[in-house]
């Protein structure tokens, strides 16, 4: 069945930057939507973006000068940067497909699968 | 940009129906989407589009919506549908994806 796995440094300093890598197992990434959703802790969701396989992106407005999410599908993996964090980063970092769908009204998504997060403490 | 608006809080008595909704001006032109979140876990896809339910999701769960307010609806609340319930949808004004607050969901 179809995994993800998220992965990278649990404890990243005041300023410098945040890296996590997404690895996909059980479908090719070359298709479907990938994104990246985080939560602090005790707080609500917050998407952060996707991408296409092709390596057209969406970003979060609120993020958008910070981040970068890249695609390697030789790998079947794909990555997060967000730069100059501070402690307001400090969450939980979810890596999820964003399935598309039709019905009668149109096109539709969801993020269907997820992968089990990974812990992120931003701190000197 | 658009919001998505929920109940903090909602209780439910075991075996009882309970509703939890989510209101925002882009559910007039997009689906809410809801997920289920336990302590410590991943959030699971409960209920997508007009009212499916992906493979292993329990036929107590059901959606439905009304102009800027979509609902998520338990029907026979069980111990272990205690969670929090997010719904999530697209910004109408430049298609990003929201979510809403999340409503924690007690069983009594």
């Known amino acids: 069945q179809v995994q993800l796995q998220e992965s990278g440094p649990g404890l990243v300093k005041p300023s410098e930057t945040l890296s996590l890598t997404c690895t996909v197992s059980?479908?090719?990434?070359?298709?479907?939507?990938w994104s990246w959703i985080r939560q602090p802790p005790g707080k609500g969701l917050e998407w952060i973006g996707y991408?296409?396989?092709?390596?057209?992106?969406n970003y979060n407005s609120s993020l958008k000068s910070r981040v970068t999410i890249s695609v390697d599908t030789s790998k079947n993996q794909f990555s997060l940067k967000l730069t100059s964090v501070t402690a307001a980063d400090t969450a939980m970092y979810y890596c999820?497909?964003?399935?598309?769908?039709?019905?009668?009204?149109?096109?539709?998504?969801?993020?269907?699968?997820w992968g089990q997060g990974t812990m992120v403490t931003v701190s000197s | 940009s658009s919001e998505l608006t929920q109940d903090p809080v909602v209780s439910v008595a075991l075996g009882q129906t309970v509703r939890i909704t989510c209101q925002g001006d882009?559910?007039?032109?997009?689906?809410a989407t809801w997920y289920q979140q336990k302590p410590g876990q991943a959030p699971v896809l409960v209920i997508y589009?007009?009212?499916n339910r992906p493979s292993g999701i329990p036929d107590r769960f059901s959606g439905s919506s009304s102009g800027n307010t979509a609902s998520l609806t338990i029907t026979g609340a069980q111990a272990e549908d205690e969670a929090d319930y997010y719904c999530?949808?697209?910004?109408?004004?430049?298609?990003?994806?929201?979510f809403g607050g999340g409503t924690k969901l007690t069983v009594l």
């Open positions: 882009s559910l007039r032109n997009y689906y």
């Open positions: 999530n949808s697209r910004d109408s004004s430049d298609n990003h994806v929201i």
């Open positions: 999820s497909r964003l399935w598309g769908y039709y019905d009668s009204s149109g096109y539709y998504d969801a993020f269907d699968i």
């Open positions: 589009g007009k009212n």
């Open positions: 991408i296409y396989y092709s390596g057209s992106t």
């Open positions: 059980g479908v090719s990434i070359s298709s479907f939507y």
